[in-house]
C-alpha cells in the first residue's frame, strides 16, 4: 500500500512537470545509434535528439528503419551500437524503469481480444503495477478522453478502426507517462478519424506531454511536428522543422502540369529554364519556383498544353522527393 | 514430438545462465489477474473441462469395471473404478494445464499479438512465462480439486492419505503447464498442434491409467515410467492407496524439474521473438 501511494506522489510530481514551460531538457538523445538484424542494418548510425514538451517527428517511407528506432527507444528491442539514453537512462540497462513512464502505440493495435475496451485500459494499468481505484479512475477519464465512453463495455473485435487506434492510444496514456511514442498513428484510417486522433494528440501536446510520431504521411508531419528528421534507407537524411526544411530543400511554391503519359519528359525539357527546378514524375511534370502562378502563365506562352495544372505550396513530400529522388507514399 | 527438447534441459543450468529480464519482475500476477478478468465472461468454458474425466470414469471404471471385476492391489481387493480413479485424476491435471499453456499461449503470442503490448510495460518475458504457467496450473488444480470430490463422493478414495493426491495433481499441471508453454513458443502455425494431441493422447491411453506398468515387457516398462504422465499417475495412485514411498520425492523432483524446464524455454523464446 505504501509502496502505491509513494507512486502517486511521483506520479503527481511528474504532472507538475508537464505544465512548465519547456525547459531545454532532452528527453531522448542518440549517438551514431545503430539497429543490426545479422548483416541486415536497419538503422545505420542516426544522431538525434528531443526536447521535452515537444512534438518529434520520423518521416520515411517503409523500411527506412523509423520502427526499428521507435523499438529501440521505447527498449522492445536492445540496441545494437551507438548510444542512446532515454529519460537520462539507458535502455539495454534501464528497460523496465524507462518503459514505466513511456506510453508506446505500435503500428498494430495490439489489443487484447479477449478483454473489453474498459478491460484492456484496466488491465493495461495493471501492468504498470497501478493501484485499482487509482486505475478505475483513468479509466473512466481515458475513455471519455478518446470518445470511447459508450463503448467502454463492448468487445474490442466490434470497434472500427479508428476507434481501435483511439483505444490503443488511451491505453498508452494510462500510466500518464512523459514520454509518448507514436508509430504512424493514422496508417489506415479515413480523413475523419485522422482528423479526430490528430485533435487528440493536440491536447496531449498542450498538456506538455513529449510525443514521438513516426510516419509516412507529410501532412501529418507538417500538421503535427514542431521538428522531424526524414530518414531513408537507415540514415537521417535531413533534420529541422518542417518550414526549415521546405525552405532549404524546395522552393515555396509548386506548379504541377500532366501532360499525358508519354510526352511528360519532353515537356519538361522546354519548361527547365521556367523554375528553379524540374522533376519528373511518371504523372506528371513538378516546376518548383516561389511564383507558381507566373510559371504556369510562362508554360503557356510557350504554346504548352497541360492536361491539367495546379498551383500548391511547397510540401514535404518535395523535400523528400529532392532528397531520395523518390516519392514517400509507393 | 516437439516437447522433446524440454526434456533434456537440465532447470538447474538454464536457470542459472538466465538474464535478469527471465526471470521476471514479479509482476507476473498482473498475467493471473489478466486471465481471471477474460476468463468471468466465459467461465462456462472452464466448466466444460471438467466433464472429460468425469465421462472417463462413468464409461471405463463403472462400465468397463463391470467385466473387470475387482482387483489386487498391494493386497488390498479393490473395485476397478478405485483403481482407475487416480490415473484420470493426473490425466486431469494434465489436459487442464494444457488447455491455457498451449491455444490461448499461441493465441495471444502469435495472433492477437497482446504479448507485445505487455512487453511494453515495466512486465518482462519471464513474468509472461511464469504468468501463464501459474494460471495454467490454477486451472488444472481447480479440474483436480472437482475431480477429487467426485472421487470422494463415490467412494472411491482408498486412504486418508489421498488428501495430498491434491498437491501431487497441482504439480501434474505445473510439469505440463510449463512444457506446454515452452513447446508453445516454438510452434508457427496452429497445425504445429497436432503435436500436442500426438504426444497428449497417446500419453494418456498408455501411461499406466488404465492398468499397471507391469503388462509391458521390461524395456517399455522404462520408456513408459519416463513420461511425466506415468510419473504422476504413479505418484498420485501410491498417495491415494497411503503408500509413502521414496520414489514419491523422486516423481515430484522430476515434474517439478520439467515445469521449470519448460518455463525457463519460454521465457528466453519470448525473449527472442518478442525483443529482437
Redesign the interface.
Known sequence: MQHAEARQEDLSASREGRGRPATRDEVVVARHLEKR?GDFVAVDGIDFSVERGEVFGFLGPNGAGKTSTMRMV?C???VSGGELSVLGMEPNAH???I??R?G?V?Q?D???????VR?NL???G????LPRREVRQRVERLLEFAHLSEKGDEEVDNLSGGMKRRLTIA??LI?EPELVILDEPTTGLDPQARHLLWDRLYRLKQEGVTLVITTHYMDEAEQLCDRLVVMDKGKIVAAGSPRQLIDTYSTREVAELRFGVDENAAAAERLAELAARVEVLPDRVLLYTDDGDEALRAALGLGLRPEASLVRRSSLEDVFLRLTGRSLVD | MTVRPVFERSSVLSLRVLPP?LLG?G?AR?LV??NV??YR?RWWILATGFFEPFFYLLSIGLGLGHLVGRLHLDGRLVAYAAYVAPGLLASSAMNGALFDSTFNVFF?LK????Y?????????VGDIALGEVTWSLLRGAIYSFAFMCVMAAMGLVLSGWAVLCFGAATLVSFAFAGIGMGATCYMRSWQDFDYVSMASIPMFLFSAVFYPLSVYPGWLQVVVSLTPLYQGVDMIRELDAGLLTPALALHAGYLFALGLAGMAVAARRLGAL???
Open positions: 538484424f521505447s522492445l528491442s536492445p528497460g523496465p524503469e518503459r514505466r513511456l508506446l505500435p498494430d495490439t489489443l487484447d481480444l479477449e478483454l473489453s478491460d484496466y488491465l493495461y495493471r501492468y504498470f503495477d491505453r498508452a500510466s | 529480464a519482475r509482476m498482473r489477474e489478466r478478468i477474460a465472461r495471444k495472433i492477437a499479438k497482446s507485445d503490448a505487455v512487453l511494453a510495460t515495466p512486465v518482462e518478442l525483443r529482437p
